[in-house]
Structures are given as C-alpha cells and as structure tokens.
C-alpha cells in the first residue's frame, strides 16, 4: 500500500469523485477508503468513531478538504441521515456510496437475552445500510448516475450454527440489494452486492475456527474497488469463496449439517473469545 507521500497516492483535485463509506474507522470499511485515497478521490467517512477517523487521516496525510469526517451511528437513522445531508450539502452528491458498517458476534437461540443482541446485529446491518442509502437515492437518480454498494457476506449463503443473528442479517442485506437493484433498473443508478469471505480484520480475529482462502484487508479492497468501477452487480471477494458459496446452496441438508458438526463457534457479545 503506498505511502501518503508515494507519488502514485495522488492528492484529490476539486473535482475529484467521492466515496461516502460507513463503519471507516476500521477494517474493510477503512481498507476501502485507503484505496480511493489513493486513487485520488475525495472521501466522506463515517463511523461512531470520530475522533479514530481524525487521527487515520492525520497519519495518511489528507486533509479535510479531501477527506471530510461525519461522527455518526448507522443503527440510528437520523444520525445517518444527519451525516449524509452534511455530506450533500459540504461536499455535494457521491459518486460511490458504500454501507461498509456492520457488527458480528455469536448467538445462543435458546438464550432469551440474545434477542437483544440479535436486534442490535439487525439494526446495523440491515437498517443501517437502508437509512445509509435512502438520503442518495433521489438525487442520484436525479442525476443519472451514482453507484451503491452494500457489503454482504458468504456467510449470508446458509445459516451457521452460532451464528443466527449474522447469518440472517447478511441473508436479507444480499436480497435487499438486489431487490433494490431491480427498484433502480433503468434510473442509471448502480447496486452492487459485494460478499466477501474470510478478510483478516479485528471482526476475524475472535473466530474460533479455521477460516479458508483468508485476504488480508487491503487485497479485499483492490478488487472491490475494481469490481465497484465496473459496476458488477454481486461479486464474491476472494473468487475462491464463490464456489465454496454456490456449493453451500446446492448441499442436501444432511451433508451441510455433517459438515459443520463440531464446528466452533463465534463468542456472544461480551464472552471471552
């Protein structure tokens, strides 16, 4: 990954495109606007995080008027909502705008305390990414064009033991996109669906089981920023991951469960990992 003062990390022009990307301040979502950094476009970055935000652009060396930073909670929809009428109004309408914020951890299904943490899993990642797009829709639409991107997962394929929350939350992210690809048909407006597998990031770093095919952060972001240019409606990132998927859809429910017997699971919200 190139340096802030490599030359091929092109400081943004006035006119360069921009990218607004939740959950920023760390893992894919960061990896992501590193990218674009370098690629020379302007950012909107957001997270819960503020102050994390400020002090990764410190140490990439943008400034604010190539990175603007929006301190904002994607469970909450009018936080969102406030962060991304900032961004029209100080920065003007994105090209890119990718719902990159989520959160992860175990479930126990016969633990009535886990409802909580369930809903809190689907108010991040499902209303979260809707209440990030929806402020775009009409003026990219409007416009002509505009791209948006909704981050997904494999995970999404089946449901995994221990894993019920995320698994159905990135079940309904993946169909939300695309029954919002089918609303956009024809507007010029772009969704695409990006599910990656295993990236090693802080989410990974507390799974308690062998992950395939794993991508450092900063390779996932190469190829997604590639697959968001050309406008690929669903792409799964590593592409060794995408037949692991359309395997997991065609096993009969006796072999898929045989082969997860025994698996480990991720730790509740709170547990030690």
Same mark, same amino acid.
């Given at each position: 990954?190139?340096?802030?003062?490599?030359?091929?990390?092109?400081?943004?022009?006035?006119?360069?495109?921009?990218?607004?990307?939740?959950?920023?301040?760390?893992?894919?979502?960061?990896?992501?606007?590193?990218?674009?950094?370098?690629?020379?476009?302007?950012?909107?970055?957001?997270?819960?995080?503020?102050?994390?935000?400020? @002090?990764?652009?410190?140490?990439?060396?943008? @400034?604010?008027?190539?990175?603007?930073?929006?301190?904002?909670?994607?469970?909450?929809?009018?936080?969102?909502?406030?962060?991304?009428? %900032?961004?029209?109004?100080?920065?003007?309408?994105?090209?890119?705008?990718?719902?990159?914020?989520?959160?992860?951890?175990?479930?126990?299904?016969?633990?009535?305390? @886990?409802?909580?943490?369930?809903?809190?899993?689907?108010?991040?990642?499902?209303?979260?990414?809707?209440?990030?797009?929806?402020?775009?829709?009409?003026?990219?639409?409007?416009?002509?064009?505009? #791209?948006?991107?909704?981050?997904?997962?494999?995970?999404?394929?089946?449901?995994?033991?221990?894993?019920?929350?995320?698994?159905?939350?990135?079940?309904?992210?993946?169909?939300?996109?695309?029954?919002?690809?089918? @609303? &956009?048909?024809?507007?010029?407006?772009?969704?695409?669906?990006?599910?990656?597998?295993?990236?090693?990031?802080?989410? #990974?770093?507390?799974?308690?089981?062998?992950?395939?095919?794993?991508?450092?952060?900063?390779?996932?972001?190469?190829? %997604?920023?590639?697959?968001?240019?050309?406008?690929?409606?669903?792409?799964?990132?590593?592409?060794?991951?995408?037949?692991?998927?359309? &395997?997991?859809?065609?096993?009969?429910?006796?072999?898929?469960?045989?082969?997860?017997?025994?698996?480990?699971?991720?730790?509740?919200?709170?547990?030690?990992?």
């Amino acid at each position: 990954m190139p340096s802030p003062t490599d030359p091929s990390a092109a400081p943004a022009r006035a006119d360069a495109p921009l990218a607004f990307i939740t959950g920023a301040s760390s893992g894919l979502g960061q990896a992501l606007a590193a990218r674009y950094a370098q690629q020379g476009w302007r950012l909107a970055l957001v997270a819960r995080r503020g102050e994390v935000l400020t @002090d990764w652009r410190r140490a990439q060396g943008l @400034d604010a008027g190539q990175c603007h930073i929006y301190a904002a909670d994607v469970a909450q929809p009018e936080s969102i909502r406030s962060a991304a009428q %900032a961004c029209l109004a100080e920065q003007g309408l994105p090209d890119v705008v990718i719902a990159s914020a989520g959160i992860s951890h175990g479930i126990d299904t016969a633990t009535w305390e @886990d409802l909580e943490a369930m809903h809190s899993i689907w108010r991040t990642n499902n209303l979260g990414m809707a209440a990030t797009f929806i402020p775009f829709i009409a003026p990219m639409r409007a416009r002509g064009s505009g #791209t948006l991107v909704g981050i997904g997962s494999v995970a999404g394929v089946r449901g995994l033991p221990g894993h019920a929350g995320y698994c159905a939350s990135k079940a309904a992210a993946i169909a939300y996109c695309e029954s919002l690809r089918g @609303d &956009l048909r024809g507007s010029g407006v772009a969704v695409v669906t990006i599910n990656p597998g295993f990236v090693r990031t802080a989410m #990974t770093a507390k799974n308690p089981f062998s992950m395939p095919f794993l991508i450092e952060a900063d390779a996932f972001a190469a190829r %997604a920023v590639r697959a968001i240019a050309a406008q690929r409606s669903h792409v799964v990132i590593p592409w060794q991951m995408a037949w692991v998927a359309r &395997l997991l859809r065609v096993l009969p429910n006796w072999l898929f469960d045989r082969a997860l017997a025994g698996r480990g699971r991720k730790p509740r919200q709170g547990e030690p990992s």
